[in-house]
């Protein structure tokens, strides 16, 4: 069992950045794939980027590839998500993603675990 905690929405200006942090508790991070998914308002929830438990995999979204990058500190138990050049389009409620495997997945489906979501809100 893990628990996520998002933090770092907010609302920014169209070409501005924000830092996403996604902590989860235990103390096995390492072995967990990790993932950022993101549901704007009567749309479905869509993938935005994935990382191995290693840090060396990486698996993004074409809509936010070159503009955000996702990381993890597995010695703080942590996952990030840097968004630069932020649109309008990307305004969304972001949540962080997690299951226990070697593997990573753009299938929301496919994450066991789950945190409460933090608003981003890009104005133009």
């Known amino acids: 069992q893990v628990q996520l905690v998002e933090s770092g929405g907010g609302l920014v200006q169209a070409g501005g950045s924000l830092r996403l942090s996604c902590a989860a508790s235990?103390?096995?991070?390492?072995?967990?794939?990790m993932g950022w998914f993101r549901q704007a308002p009567g749309k479905e929830r869509e993938f935005v980027a994935a990382i191995g438990g290693s840090g060396g995999r990486t698996d993004y979204a074409d809509s936010v590839k070159g503009r955000f990058t996702i990381s993890r500190d597995n010695a703080k138990n942590t996952q990030y998500l840097q968004m630069n050049s932020l649109k309008p389009e990307d305004t969304a409620a972001y949540y962080c993603?997690?299951?226990?495997?070697?593997?990573?997945?753009?299938?929301?489906?496919?994450?066991?675990?789950w945190g409460q979501g933090t608003q981003v809100t890009v104005s133009s």
């Open positions: 235990g103390s096995t991070f390492s072995t967990y794939a």
């Open positions: 993603a997690a299951r226990p495997s070697v593997l990573v997945s753009t299938d929301a489906g496919w994450y066991n675990y």
